[in-house]
């Protein structure tokens, strides 16, 4: 059980384009999802959390209006990036968590490779 | 505050040795500490968990020792194995807030 999938788990795009990137929970409800970028070799940076029917709540210095993230049911959430730039490439993580309870575990995603040329 | 501090970066250890992989915090009202195993192009899976009112939780090779005076907490893999190599990520977590990670252990098993 708990698993979570995303989709694409690759994508190339030219610069300028969008990209949106779907996360489900295939066998749970997720009461919140998160968002993370993680570059080569580096941890994982948490971009912005997002519950079911609220807007997302972005960390500092996630551009809001470049990733909009959108979190229409309990067990899809969307990530896209407007207007892709090279520096956009990386691969993105998706998390979900089902409740809010301190002992709820997050189950991650496969993650998305996203290549901007 | 929210920093969690893993130690060492990379870590070669062989065949059937014990790999340990530390972690330190500040934050006093941190209460899940859970660790992930990463293979390179895969999101990360949890491996093992622990909250802070118990010292050691053993889930078969791997074990959580925690130190709540000290702050610390350390992930030991017993009889490891080549297919052990992977990157091992620490976090931790205030209540419903975020998970805070740590910056990763390369670990590499060598036959």
């Given amino acids: 059980g708990a698993v979570v ?6 994508v190339i795009c030219k610069s300028g384009t969008s990209v949106k ?3 489900r929970s295939l066998d749970f409800q997720a009461t919140t999802m998160f968002w ?6 580096q941890s994982l940076m948490l971009m912005a959390t997002s519950n079911e029917g609220s807007k997302a709540t972005y960390e500092q210095g996630v551009e ?3 990733f909009l993230i959108n979190h229409a049911s309990l067990t899809l959430s ?5 207007s892709a ?3 956009d490439s990386s691969f993105y993580i998706c998390s979900a968590q089902p409740g809010q309870a301190s002992y709820n575990e997050q189950f991650f995603g496969p993650g998305t490779r996203l290549t901007v040329l | 505050q929210q920093q969690v501090k893993q130690s060492p970066q990379s870590l070669i250890v062989q065949k059937g040795g014990i790999p340990i992989i530390n972690c330190a915090y500040e934050n006093t009202a941190f209460d899940y500490f859970p660790w992930y195993q990463q293979f390179p192009g895969k999101g990360p899976a949890l491996l093992i968990a622990i909250r802070p009112d118990v010292s050691e939780k053993k889930e078969g090779r791997f074990t ?3 130190n709540k005076s000290a702050k610390q907490f350390s992930l030991h893999i017993m009889d490891s194995q080549p297919g052990d190599s992977a990157t091992y990520f620490c976090a ?3 209540g419903a807030q975020k998970l805070v990670f740590g910056q990763g252990t390369r670990l590499t098993i060598n036959p």
């Fill in chain 1, 36 to 41: 993370y970028r993680q570059f080569p070799k």
């Fill in chain 1, 85 to 87: 730039h090279p520096e």
């Fill in chain 1, 78 to 82: 969307t990530l896209t990036v407007t």
């Fill in chain 1, 64 to 66: 809001k209006d470049k």
């Fill in chain 2, 64 to 66: 959580i020792s925690f």
């Fill in chain 1, 5 to 10: 999938s995303q989709h694409p788990s690759w």
């Fill in chain 1, 21 to 23: 990137i779907e996360c």
């Fill in chain 2, 92 to 94: 931790a977590r205030q």
